[in-house]
């Protein structure tokens, strides 16, 4: 996948557990642990405004494009 989520990265920056994150942001922990290991096919905008929120991120701390290797 050209997309990786850094989401780990961010939670150990901020010393932030999943069940932490996943109930001020409002969603589960099986559907954060899905996009945390991008097995989605797509994030909608107000759950990535919430962890940005949560998190005091952007966007691009948590997502990166890596070009696919041929």
Known sequence: MAIIVNLDVMLARRKM???????????????????KNSHVRGIRFNTLEKLCQVLQC?????????????
């Open 17 to 35: 557990k999943m069940k932490e994150l996943a109930d001020e942001v409002g969603i589960s922990q099986t559907n954060l642990s899905l996009l």
């Open 58 to 70: 952007q966007p691009g701390d948590l997502l990166e494009y890596q070009e696919e290797k041929s």
